[in-house]
């Protein structure tokens, strides 16, 4: 193919049933003009959907196995400490000669590339980076016009049990989509005209589908909550000014090929119970034979319910709590360093801390940015983790299992000969529980790690990844008792079917076969005329 002007257009939290849905019902006329002019591409995230990098894949040209990044959140097995990383990775078009300007894609970290130009991190929902734009004086022009994110609140907002909140989170996000749009049109066609790639993402949706997505999934547990009419009629709003910016970009872009996408869609969420408070407490009995958590009555009376929070209560604000933690949290190795450094002759240790200053001067300029994860209840048995057998890891999706294996983890239990054998245990184990509520299993299935030596495991990678079945807030083991049930977090969350549409000179519109989610950076490469220059795993959609 020729070489191309392309406008990328990411739409995350975008679900493509949904949209095409608005779409038929005149919701949505400048999405729908599109696709009738494009080919449309339904997307298979596959296996790496677990990693919860969507936007890291997108942006380094890398596949999981590729970057040997398993998910965002890492894990020293030395001090039994986890934390959540951002960008590791300069982006992909960087190795070309095009001109890119870009708006608040995820996991663009501008440190790590010689000329992108733009604004990152400005309302973007998992961003990956600090907030910065190149050239440098670019932040505050643009803040100057443009304000800062008009809907910071909402980025990550669970509003379900207040329908007023729910209310104040549809307008809000709708209303930054709009800002954003004028911004976007200012940076592609006023400020940097000149430009062979404009990538804008837009985050509005990813906020507002795991939020609100109560309000549209007839199904849903909590779609009789009276908060989910407001939470309907949000969605729509925010669907109609994502609408609007994709046809005032269209416009600006006169020629260029258009690729408007999002790697994997939405439905109800079946992780946050499940991965971030049911599964920690179950393997801490099955280590330990007795509970930590501590629920409020009120919530257990009913096993077979889903318990409801009280008009702005939000989750987070909610009843967990455990038996009190050892005061002296201070990971062991930290301490061991310590001991050593003081032990050293001073000339050794002018010439240590020289080298340590310059290290972390480097590791300051260069590192991924590291957010804490105390917040996520997985992390409250940190303490317990080097006692346990297994341990469940702070997960966003999935639920993530670690053995505690001898040799990798440095207070490990499990021999390595007996490596298989706990591994299966675990699975049988975990097919044992039952959701109360329904009656039915509460695992759907439990993936391997895909590095095949143990001792070898990335600080990302899980010994286990627990795949749930469907909405739980409660499990019930035949030994080890109920555990729940707990209040819903978002109600939406993320599938594995994305969607694109591409539109350029040459190209017949129509529905193609399914094509993988890897296969979205080749084709924009490809439009780019870059593909003779990069070399990925996947092919071009278009190939």
Not at 245 to 267: E, P, R, S, T, Y
Not at 403 to 427: A, D, F, K, M
Request: aromatic content about 8%.
């Amino acid at each position: 193919m020729i070489r191309h002007k392309v406008l990328a257009i990411g739409l995350d939290g975008l679900d493509a049933s949904l949209a095409e849905r608005l779409m038929v019902e005149g919701e949505m006329p400048a999405l729908a003009s599109l696709r009738k002019r494009s080919a449309r591409f339904p997307l298979d995230e596959g296996p790496a959907r677990s990693a919860g990098l969507p936007w890291e894949h997108v942006t380094s040209g890398l596949s999981p196995e590729a970057a040997r990044r398993w998910g965002q959140i890492e894990f020293d097995p030395i001090s039994y400490t986890a934390w959540q990383d951002g960008a590791h990775f300069a982006p992909w078009w960087d190795r070309t000669d095009a001109r890119v300007v870009v708006f608040d894609p995820p996991f663009v970290d501008l440190r790590r590339t010689r000329k992108t130009q733009g604004i990152v991190a400005w309302g973007s929902h998992n961003p990956g980076a600090l907030t910065a734009a190149q050239p440098k004086a670019l932040l505050s022009e643009f803040v100057e016009r443009f304000g800062n994110y008009p809907a910071d609140t909402w980025i990550y907002g669970t509003p379900w049990s207040s329908t007023f909140l729910t209310e104040m989170m549809g307008k809000t996000l709708s209303q930054a989509v709009d800002v954003r749009s004028r911004a976007a049109q200012w940076l592609a066609s006023e400020r940097f005209p000149e430009w062979d790639l404009f990538f804008v993402v837009a985050s509005e949706l990813h906020g507002a589908v795991e939020g609100l997505w109560h309000g549209v999934d007839a199904s849903h547990p909590l779609n009789g909550h009276p908060s989910a009419g407001a939470a309907a009629a949000g969605l729509l709003d925010i669907h109609r000014a994502i609408d609007r910016m994709v046809g005032q970009l269209v416009k600006i872009a006169a020629d260029a090929a258009i690729i408007v996408f999002n790697l994997g869609g939405i439905g109800p969420n079946k992780c946050d119970i499940q991965s971030m408070v049911l599964l920690p407490e179950l393997l801490y009995r099955y280590a330990f034979g007795h509970p930590l958590l501590k629920l409020p009555p009120e919530w257990t009376a009913a096993p077979k319910c889903l318990p409801s929070l009280r008009e702005y209560e939000t989750w987070d604000m909610a009843g967990l709590s455990w038996v009190p933690e050892p005061s002296n949290s201070e990971p062991e190795a930290r301490e061991d360093l310590r001991s050593i450094a003081r032990r050293l002759p001073k000339p050794i240790k002018d010439v240590l801390k020289r080298s340590w200053s310059a290290a972390a001067a480097w590791h300051s300029r260069n590192a991924p940015m590291r957010l804490d994860v105390d917040y996520m209840p997985a992390y409250h048995y940190r303490h317990h983790w080097r006692k346990m057998p297994a341990f469940a890891m702070p997960s966003f999706l999935d639920g993530r299992i670690r053995i505690n294996l001898r040799g990798r983890e440095r207070h490990g239990i499990v021999p390595l000969s007996q490596y298989e054998e706990t591994c299966r245990t675990l699975e049988t184990f975990l097919s044992e529980c039952r959701d109360p509520r329904t009656g039915e299993p509460t695992v759907a299935n439990i993936e391997r790690a895909s590095t095949k030596n143990p001792l070898a495991m990335t600080s990302s990678e899980s010994d286990l990844l627990v795949v749930w079945g469907g909405v739980a807030a409660a499990l019930e083991h035949p030994r080890l008792g109920l555990i729940g049930p707990v209040p819903l977090r978002r109600t939406g969350g993320h599938t594995r079917e994305g969607i694109a549409y591409i539109a350029v000179a040459g190209l017949a519109p129509g529905d193609r076969d399914v094509g993988s989610s890897s296969q979205v950076v080749p084709t924009i490469a490809q439009l780019l005329g870059a593909e003779g220059v990069l070399r990925f795993a996947s092919n071009s959609l278009l190939a």
